[in-house]
């Protein structure tokens, strides 16, 4: 079932796994649990459900309760709710944009792999800030030039993640409409075209574009991305006017993914792509 409000990160679904796991291992059940920490059902619900964070006191408690003797396996997992409560180099931006949005962010940057579609829009990982600025402006024609240039700023630092040391994999399908829309006029576009043709070659990258003859555009009727995880299942997620639709069900993801792989098979390959995006740029001079 979607979920339209904020996900738990990576993170927070690895400690609620585990301790799932661990309550299931010991043959208790939630009220069983609930008991030990002298707490409502409703609180374990939503811990396993990574909804809710634990103290340090209670998760003691629970290994006591689960059978953990071994050292190493309880300071794992002590670590492993350390590491659930840190805050990300997102949440410098927490009184600046959405919460809904820096939820995303959170998710994202645990990812290891995004596949996306884009029908209207350069995919926000490869925008210029000049190209989101514009995109900002005409979005939220009232916000102060200050929440334009913040928002644009979030964006880049979103970036970073195609260059991060521990590798990461950004495959994407935009439509040729994309390449000829001119957002924010003509020196805005070229510098966006000029940007993206230099980020097709980077490592991480793999573009495809869907050209705008092909009959597969008939399957750009929104755009969508899909994250992946080095140990858990693949989200997928659209956005929706002011919100964001989370698509966490194996199913739900799996058709997104049979999606993705029927535009990546009419679109472009790599190299060719790239081409017609350095053609777009000559005649955007």
């Not at 793999?206 to 009959?215: D, G, I, K, R």
Request: hydrophobic share 40%; with cysteine; net charge negative.
């Amino acid at each position: 079932m979607p979920v339209s409000t904020n996900v738990p990160t990576m993170r927070q679904r690895r400690l609620a796994r585990k301790l799932r796991e661990l309550r299931l291992a010991a043959g208790l059940k939630h009220s069983d649990a609930a008991e030990v920490l002298a707490c409502a059902e409703s609180k374990l619900t939503r811990i396993e459900n990574a909804r809710s964070g634990i103290r340090l006191l209670d998760l003691r408690t629970l290994l006591d309760a689960y059978g953990v003797r071994d050292p190493d396996t309880r300071r794992e997992i002590e670590e492993l709710a350390k590491d659930a409560r840190k805050k990300g180099w997102w949440a410098q931006y927490a009184q600046k944009a959405r919460a809904e949005y820096l939820g995303y962010i959170a998710v994202e940057w645990d990812s290891t792999e995004m596949l996306t579609v884009e029908p209207f829009l350069v995919p926000g990982l490869l925008q210029t800030a000049a190209y989101t600025e514009a995109i900002v402006r005409l979005n939220q024609p009232t916000l102060p030039d200050a929440g334009v240039s913040e928002q644009a700023k979030l964006k880049q630092e979103r970036q970073r993640i195609l260059t991060r040391e521990d590798g990461y994999r950004f495959w994407c399908v935009i439509s040729e409409t994309a390449l000829r829309s001119e957002v924010g006029g003509a020196d805005v576009h070229q510098e966006q075209l000029s940007h993206l043709y230099e980020a097709a070659a980077l490592p991480s990258v793999e573009l495809q574009v869907l050209p705008a003859t092909s009959p597969a555009n008939v399957l750009l009727y929104g755009p969508f991305a899909i994250l992946r995880f080095a140990d858990t299942g693949d989200i997928a997620f659209t956005e929706q006017g002011e919100g964001t639709i989370y698509y966490e069900e194996a199913a739900a993801a799996e058709r997104f993914n049979a999606r993705f792989r029927r535009l990546n098979m009419a679109a472009l390959p790599p190299e060719e792509s790239r081409d017609l995006i350095g053609d777009a740029l000559r005649h955007a001079h």
